[in-house]
DNA sequence: CCTTAATGTGTTATAATGACGCAATGTAAT
DNA sequence: ATTACATTGCGTCATTATAACACATTAAGG
C-alpha cells in the first residue's frame, strides 16, 4: 500500500500528509482507534496521502472510512502540524529498504511532511475497526491508555482532545458517540470522561434538556441494576439547528 | 522573488503555501492587509512558501514580519485550505513564460497547492505596509469594502473572521489591536466591529471589566468632542493568564 | 422486607445578563 | 454666557442561568 503509493508518487501532494483521530465511547470510556504496524514498536493514528485529485477533505473521509466503513459521521479539520523535524526520524532509508523500493522513487517519502489533522466522532458498536493487511493491528484504545506513539502523534491527539473539549462548549455533541437510544445519565458520563471531570447530576439533565436537542421516549432502559433510567434519543432536525448555530453566544 | 523561489524550489515545501489574513482596527474599521500585484486585476492575501528547514509557525512569523515589520504579536493558525482545483486558474504557465523560468523548474509551481491559513492582530499604528518590491502595492483596506480576491482568498479571509468572532468569547482581545493606551468606548467599537453587531454601553462596560485585565489609567483622553472619556490599558500579566485559562468554562 | 444505589424532580441562594434611567462632562450653537 | 446636545460614567431592576443541595422513587439483592 505504502509502496504503491510511493512508486505512483506523481499522483500524491508531496510532503503532505493526513492523521485523523478517531474517537469513540465506550464503557465509559473514551476510545482512540489506532494502529500499530506488526514491524513497529509504537502505535500511531490512521492516516493516509493525498490524491492530487483529491480535496483534501475528502482523502480525510477516505482514511476515516477506510478505518472504519462509517460514513457521514462528525469529521472536522482542527490542525496542521509541521514542525521542520517532526518526520525525520521516522520515514528513513530503512523503510524503502524494506518495501524494495528503488531510490529515485524512494525520495518521495525522504522529506518534512506536514499533516493536516483531522478528528472523528464515530459510534463505537457501529464500527469494526478495519486492517487493510494482516501486517497491522487496528484497535480501540482508551484516551487515558494511550502507548507511546510515533513521531508528534501525541501532540495530534493531544490538540483534538483539547478542541473537541473546546467545541464541547460551543456546540451540541453525542449524536455521533452514542448509539440512537440512550439514557441521560449516559450522555452525562460523555461528557465527563471528554472534560475529565465530575459534573452535578439534576444540573447537567437541567441544561442538557434545555438547549432542545433531546426527545424523551416512552421507553425505559432494560437489564440494569437499580432505578430503570428513561431513554432519549436525540432530534437529528434541532440538533443540526443548533450545529450551526451554536451554543454560547457570549457577547 | 517568485522566481528566486521557483528556481530553487528544492529548498521549499512543494505544493504548500501560507496565507496570513493580518487584521488591524483604524478609524472604528476592522482593517485586513492586502496586496495587488500591478499587473493583476485582483487583491490577494500577503503569503508565502515554507522553507524546508523551517516550522510552518516560523514561516508564518515570516510572513507576517516581512509585511507588517512587527514582531512578537498575535498569529494564529486556523486552517488548512485544499480543494483540487484551488489554485488551477492561477498558477499557470504565463506566469512562468513572464517570469523566464525553464519549464522544468517551472513544474514546482504547476501543481495544486495547499495553503496554510493563519491570521494575526496587529497594532494599525505600528505597521508600515511594507511592498516587497515595486510591482506590489500593500495596503489596509476595510473589510467591509474587501474587492474580489484571487482563487480562494475571500473564503479563507471570511473563515479567518469566524474564527476571530468565535475565539471572542474564549479569550480577550484587544492587546495587539489597540494602541497601549485607549477607552472604553474604543474597546467597544472593535468588539462591535469585529461582530458586526450593537453592544449596550454600560452592559459592556461592566463585563469588560469583570474580566479583570483592564487598568484604569489617571488619565482621559484629550481633544475630543463631548465629554473626555477614561483612558484605560491592558494588565499585561493577567491578560495572558486569562488567554492560558479562557474566559467561558462553559461544562 | 429492608438495604443499597441508582434515577427523577424540585428548591434555594447566588451570580450573570439584558434593558433601562439619570447625572456629569465637554463641545458647539445661539 | 447660556443652552442644547452628544457622549461618558455609574447605578437599578427584572429575568435568567448557575451551583449546591434535599427528598422521593425505583429496581436489585441479601
Redesign the interface.
Known sequence: MLKDIIENSENY????SIDCVIFGFHDNQLKVLLIKVDKSQKWSLPGGF?P??????TAAITVLNSRTGVEGVFLR?F??????NRNEQHFDKKILEYLKIEEEKGKWLL??F?T?GYYALVDFLKIIPNSMNRNETVEWIDHKEVPELILDHKEILDKALDTLR?E???MPIGYNLLPEKFTIPELQKL?ETI?D?K?DRRNFLRKITNIGILSKLDEKKSNVAHKAPNLYSFDKEKYEEVLKI??????
Request: charged share 20%; aromatic share 8%.
Open positions: 501532494q508531496p510532503g503532505l493525498i492530487v485529485d483529491q480535496d483534501i477533505d479539520q490542525a496542521t502540524f509541521g514542525k521542520v522529506r518534512r506536514v493536516i473546546m464541547l462548549n460551543l461528557y472534560l471531570k459534573l451554536g451554543l454560547n453566544q457570549g457577547w
